[in-house]
């Protein structure tokens, strides 16, 4: 039996794993990995290290109606390396799963821990149609 951790320590953890790595370039190998749900935390801590590497507004995760994943970041309009539909697909359960956020549409903060620091992330999660977006907001000073 797999043993369930608490997902929010386990992206706390991979974020100071990856904290000297170049997120992008391991973002983009992610959708390849055989365990997907590890991929998906993987890709949690990877989007928060970029954003606030790269003094990011937020990072955009999309998935529309036939599971295709789309990934923008707002500091100037950008894609960012797409994680894959079934990674995708985890990302969206992960953010629930740590955000307690439940039905259509929902807000919270997301307290995150990197190494000596704190960070304060603002996390939405929106559902229109078979649309699903979740959005990570960055603090100003990030």
Same mark, same amino acid.
């Given at each position: 039996? #797999?043993?369930? @951790?608490? *997902? ?20 983009? /190998? *992610? ?8 991929? /998906?935390?993987?890709? *949690?801590?990877?989007?928060? *290290?970029?954003? $606030? ?7 955009? %995760? ?6 295709? %994943?789309? =990934? $923008?970041?707002?500091? @100037? ?7 894959? /539909?079934? =990674? ?6 992960? =953010? @629930? ?24 992330? #603002? ?10 977006? =979740? ?6 000073? /990030?």
């Amino acid at each position: 039996m #797999k043993e369930k @951790r608490n *997902l929010h320590l386990k992206v706390q953890e991979l974020c100071d794993c990856y904290a000297t790595t170049d997120p992008l370039k391991e973002m983009s /190998a *992610l959708g390849q990995d055989k365990d997907k749900e590890e991929a /998906a935390l993987k890709w *949690l801590a990877l989007a928060a *290290l970029h954003g $606030v590497n790269h003094n990011a507004e937020d990072i955009t %995760v999309s998935r529309n109606s036939k599971g295709l %994943v789309t =990934v $923008v970041a707002r500091y @100037r309009e950008t894609e960012l390396p797409s994680p894959g /539909a079934e =990674v995708g697909q985890k990302i969206m359960s992960a =953010v @629930r799963e740590i955000t307690h956020i439940e039905g259509d549409k929902g807000k919270t903060v997301l307290a995150l821990g990197m190494r000596n620091d704190s960070l304060e992330l #603002k996390v939405k999660i929106k559902v229109k149609g078979e649309k699903e977006e =979740v959005a990570i907001e960055f603090p100003k000073s /990030a």
